[in-house]
């Protein structure tokens, strides 16, 4: 939510307003026209303004009191365009990860992290395991096969409740890429490699798309390395 905040800061300088002033300001007023003062702290304000953290409704309101602007309706547009530029660079890693392009990966990954704390739990998931999604990719290619397994597995772990939740899910998103690296790490450390003649049936039976492709590819290249 940095567009957000910056567009508090900016409001908030424009009327001249230090941050004390416009938390005594959301004081007096709330206590003025709702009988009973409310507060945000410097630090909160702080963390909003720089888009480290999601304001609550309640602040919203409070700070649209102080700043005497409807920020209800500028979250709501920037919470959607946030949200367009998420699930874009979400369709964008698997892209990558085949291209092998990790400099692309390394801006996706900032820019993940720079919106990790600032959206609803399920998102927040989604992001953090694309996270790991990329560092698991970068180790493996690095030939780090303990890290890239350590990463992968993060994500491994929540897929046994995903599958009796969504086969298809499972079958179809990013899962099927940690899914790959996760076994192909494995088997690396081991001195293993996969039978060329043998996929992990989850892949051979997945639906046919990027993910798929680029499970595919991990697998084979783990046959080139061992």
Known sequence: MENFGLYIKNTRESLGLTREDLIYKIEYLSEY????????????????????????????????????????????????QEGKKIKSIIKAIPFAIKKNDIKKLILFKNFLLNHHNTNSMYVYKIIN??????????????????????????????????TKLDHTYLKSNYNLIAYSLHLASAHLMSGNSFSSHKMPDRIIYSKDNI?????????????EIS
Not at 61 to 79: E, M, P, V
Not at 146 to 157: F, L, M, P, R
């Open 33 to 80: 026209y709702f009988a009973e003062p409310e507060f945000i702290s410097t630090s909160t304000l702080a963390r909003i303004e720089h888009g480290k953290i999601l304001p609550s409704l309640k602040q919203i309101d409070l700070l649209s009191l102080g700043l005497n602007a409807d920020l209800l309706q500028i979250y709501s547009k920037s919470r959607v």
């Open 129 to 162: 395991d694309h996270i790991l999604l990329i560092d698991s990719y970068m180790f493996f290619s690095r030939k780090d096969y303990k890290a890239a397994h350590k990463k992968s597995s993060k994500i491994i772990y929540n897929l046994k409740y995903e």
């Open 211 to 223: 993910y798929k492709k680029v499970a595919i590819e991990i697998i084979k290249r783990s046959y």
